[in-house]
């Protein structure tokens, strides 16, 4: 489809730069540039909720933070002492 936009000056130049260092036209670097554009106005893909299954028990013990690497570490008995 052929369409006429403005577009500034020093913009349009800097497309036209581009263009030529990658062998392409402008028509390519917009229709890639509106495209980047568009994809990150999408929505986020969801993710499905994720349960971890527990055994035995109620789920975490009090004061567990799985958030916490360095907490986690100390409560299993495994950091170093060094830390």
């Given at each position: 489809?052929r ?17 030529a260092?990658?062998g ?14 568009l ?10 909720k ?5 055994f035995?028990g ?11 690497s ?6 299993m008995?495994?950091r170093?002492?060094?830390?």
């Amino acid at each position: 489809m052929r369409t006429t936009i403005r577009l500034d000056d020093q913009l349009l130049a800097q497309a036209k730069k581009l263009a030529a260092e990658r062998g392409t036209t402008l028509t390519a670097i917009i229709e890639d540039s509106l495209r980047e554009v568009l994809a990150r106005r999408q929505p986020p893909r969801r993710h499905a909720k994720f349960h971890f299954p527990t055994f035995k028990g109620d789920g975490l013990q009090p004061g567990v933070d799985l958030d916490d690497s360095a907490s986690l570490l100390d409560l299993m008995g495994e950091r170093d002492a060094t830390d």
